[in-house]
T-cell receptor, first 115, second 111 residues
């Protein structure tokens, strides 16, 4: 059974378009995250979200917005795509604030290429 | 700003040797420490977590934590070519549930 799933796996699009990446977890976790991994493999947090709060990395452009229809889903919407948005985007989930169960479980990643 | 530093490598070791991966962190309030392994084109997966000073062993892997020196390491004994991957160090500060990741160390185990 897939624990954290993302769709699509690959996304190729033109500059200026708007796109979404979907994420679902079936682990019963209370917190979900979006990370961006650039070409140098640096994994950078973009958002974390549970039913109480949304924490946004202040360096993330407001063209990026998370949407959570329910506890098991956290989708990422990107408006007006730019060349620099090309990267691999990982969704993750965890039990937040519970020591020894705070492991991050990652989805398979979505490779976004902006042309 | 919380920082987690790793040597990007690549670290190259022969098969059967001990691979030693190191990580330093800036926040003295850090309480949870993790090592993730990421194969090329795949997502990170947890190898070890450690919360107290000292060593923690799991099979061929040993995590070592020294909070006074703000240092955490991962030892891989009897390295295998299948261990070739990027190893990411992640640190959680007290009161936060968002980890800070290092840039990762690329490990190459050659036959």
């Amino acid at each position: 059974d897939t624990a954290v799933s993302q769709t699509p796996k690959y996304l190729v699009t033109q500059m200026g378009n708007d796109k979404s990446i979907k994420c679902e977890q079936n682990l019963g976790h209370d917190t979900m995250y979006w990370y961006k991994q650039d070409s140098k493999k640096f994994l950078k947090i973009m958002f974390s979200y549970n039913n109480k709060e949304l924490i946004i990395n202040e360096t993330v452009p407001n063209r990026f917005s998370p949407k959570s229809p329910d506890k098991a889903h956290l989708n990422l919407h990107i408006n007006s795509l730019e060349l620099g948005d090309s990267a691999v985007y990982f969704c993750a989930s965890s039990h937040a604030n519970i020591k020894n169960t705070d492991t991050q479980y990652f989805g398979p990643g979505t490779r976004l290429t902006v042309l | 700003q919380k920082e987690v530093e790793q040597n990007s490598g690549p670290l190259s070791v022969p098969e059967g040797a001990i691979a030693s991966l190191n990580c330093t962190y800036s926040d003295r309030g850090s309480q949870s420490f993790f090592w993730y392994r990421q194969y090329s084109g795949k997502s990170p997966e947890l190898i070890m977590s450690i919360y107290s000073n000292g060593d923690k062993e799991d099979g061929r892997f040993t995590a070592q934590l020294n909070k006074a020196s703000q240092y955490v390491s991962l030892l891989i004994r009897d390295s295998q070519p299948s261990d070739s991957a990027t190893y990411l160090c992640a640190v959680l500060s007290g009161g936060s549930y968002i980890p800070t990741f290092g840039r990762g160390t690329s490990l190459i185990v050659h036959p």
